[in-house]
Nanobody
């Protein structure tokens, strides 16, 4: 299984970015697909995920600003990030978990929020 993340970059505070995670397998074969982020010296933290049923979950700090969605035909999961804050600077990683909780990670994409 391969997960290809893209869409990161440099954005000013208050700006927006859309991340994409292209999955090499039918996304319905996973219990959920999501986005985590990691900063140096810290553990990865969940940002958002979407289950095969379409149920979504968000970290408290991004609710109302971020939205996770999917394109089933393309096997792509998106993370729309609005009103970005400097503390959102991190490497964002795509994750997929099966119902047996086998976990797959993609490479990260750097998001830098700075003026």
């Amino acid at each position: 299984v391969q997960l290809q993340a893209s869409g990161g970059g440099l954005v000013q505070p208050g700006g927006s970015l859309r991340l994409s995670c292209a999955v090499s397998r039918n996304i319905f074969s996973f219990n959920d697909v999501g986005w985590y982020r990691q900063t140096p010296g810290n553990q990865r933290e969940l940002v958002a995920r979407i289950t095969f049923r379409g149920t979504t979950e968000y970290a408290d700090g991004v609710k109302g600003r971020f939205a996770i969605s999917r394109d089933i035909a393309k096997n792509v999961v998106y993370l729309q990030m609005n009103s970005l804050k400097p503390e959102g600077t991190a490497v964002y990683l795509c994750n997929a978990r099966t119902v047996a909780y086998e976990t797959y990670w993609g490479q990260g994409t750097q998001v830098t929020v700075s003026s």
